[in-house]
């Protein structure tokens, strides 16, 4: 999902005040060129190396690092389906249904009221006539984050050990002893594994019926060492909530997505960015709708940093964000053109470098423009 470059969920000292009603100090400047500037170099250290590991993907054999290549269809598909996720979980976040739980009646009408403490939904029961009103909420926001968090904190682990393993391949001693090992899913019974009933006689040179792979993942110790670590992130992440683990988790997914995402052709790119622009357009400038998904959704899918960091340390909570979306959809494509420029063989990276200034020029500028008119900006 395409995220916004905003103010964070809780609030900017410019935009209101705290959670409790109190006014928050206005950030300093220099807190705040401290969280634009890393916000910017935090988006440009995955769009620069995973360009660089989406090369070595593209060349590599392995069927579990293999990339996944998003075909004219897709990437026309793509804004229909975020637009629709997004929706979605706008929806899930800000209306509220009625309670069914309630089985002591029938029902049959129901109305929504609005009370102090929020909506209600008053059931008739068709015998008695008595009213019984239920609160409109299925779920608390709370489980469903909790839920959320419990799903990213897997896939947070996952992409963060994919994300260190190269770098911690260097600590290791030389002695190590790494030891390989593969998880191996395939469809069928075991009969038609090698020595099962129906499998050809050895030394025949007839090759038994291959079993269609469903999970096929090669790995080693080091990686099982690298989980282990990226596992501590993930407690902590799930435990504390802190904008530390949480942007570990977003850099680790936004260099897996430009790593792993590839376009097939530059028309591709252009069909995809094309229909990002006007669903941009749409749910950011023309509603709310993204902002407030960002709000409340709890979950590593934007960078964060606080813009009083240097008066309250690394317990400061007055943040500045940066969606993943507007990190790994240029991204793929800045990776796109740096494999096109290898392919060249020209020792240049013309493209490349061409397109990774206009993504430093046009993210330094939306920072600018938003920090102008506290407005999020495509």
């Not at 030891?179 to 038994?208: D, H, M, V």
């Not at 409340?296 to 899918?301: D, G, L, M, Q, V």
């Not at 964060?304 to 909570?317: N, S």
């Not at 020029?361 to 920072?367: A, C, D």
Request: net charge positive; glycine share 8%; aromatic share 12%.
């Amino acid at each position: 999902m395409d995220s916004a470059l905003s103010d964070p969920h809780n609030g900017s000292a410019e935009a209101g005040g705290a959670a409790n009603g109190t006014t928050r100090p206005p950030s300093t400047p220099e807190g705040i060129a401290l969280a634009y500037g890393s916000l910017l170099l935090m988006a440009l250290l995955p769009i620069f190396f995973g360009a660089l590991r989406s090369v070595r993907c593209a060349r590599g054999k392995n069927a579990s690092d293999m990339p996944e290549t998003i075909t004219s269809r897709d990437a026309a598909r793509f804004p229909i389906i975020a637009s629709c996720t997004l929706l979605g979980l706008y929806l899930f976040f800000k209306v509220y249904f009625p309670n069914k739980s309630y089985t002591g009646s029938v029902l049959k009408t129901w109305k929504t009221q609005k009370s102090k403490k929020g909506k209600t939904a008053v059931i008739q029961n068709p015998t008695t006539r008595d009213n019984h009103r239920f609160p409109l909420e299925i779920f608390s926001q709370e489980y469903i984050n909790l839920l959320l968090s419990m799903y990213f904190f897997v896939l947070g682990i996952l992409a963060l050990s994919h994300t260190i393993s190269p770098f911690m391949n260097k600590f290791f001693p030389a002695n190590f002893p790494n030891r390989q090992y593969q998880l191996l899913f395939t469809q069928g019974s075991g009969e038609n594994k090698e020595g099962g009933r129906g499998s050809p006689a050895p030394g025949s040179g007839l090759t038994r019926p291959l079993c269609p792979e469903i999970i096929n993942y090669e790995f080693d110790a080091k990686d099982l060492v690298c989980l282990g670590l990226s596992s501590i992130v993930g407690v902590w992440y799930l435990l504390r909530k802190h904008w530390i683990a949480n942007n570990l988790f977003g850099l680790a997914f936004s260099l897996n997505g430009v790593e792993l995402l590839h376009l097939n052709n530059v028309s591709t790119g252009c069909i995809l960015l094309g229909g990002l622009f006007i669903y941009d357009v749409f749910w950011v400038f023309g509603t709310n709708v993204m902002v407030t998904v960002a709000k409340s959704f709890e979950a590593p899918i934007k960078l964060v940093f606080p813009q009083d960091l240097l008066e309250k340390g690394l317990e400061a909570d007055n943040f500045a964000m940066l969606g993943l979306g507007d990190i790994v959809i240029p991204g793929i494509f800045i990776a796109l053109l740096l494999r096109f420029d290898i392919s060249l063989k020209k020792n240049t990276h013309t493209y490349f470098y061409t397109s990774f200034a206009a993504y430093i020029f046009g993210l330094g500028l939306t920072i600018f423009i938003m920090h102008i008119f506290k407005h999020a900006q495509l």
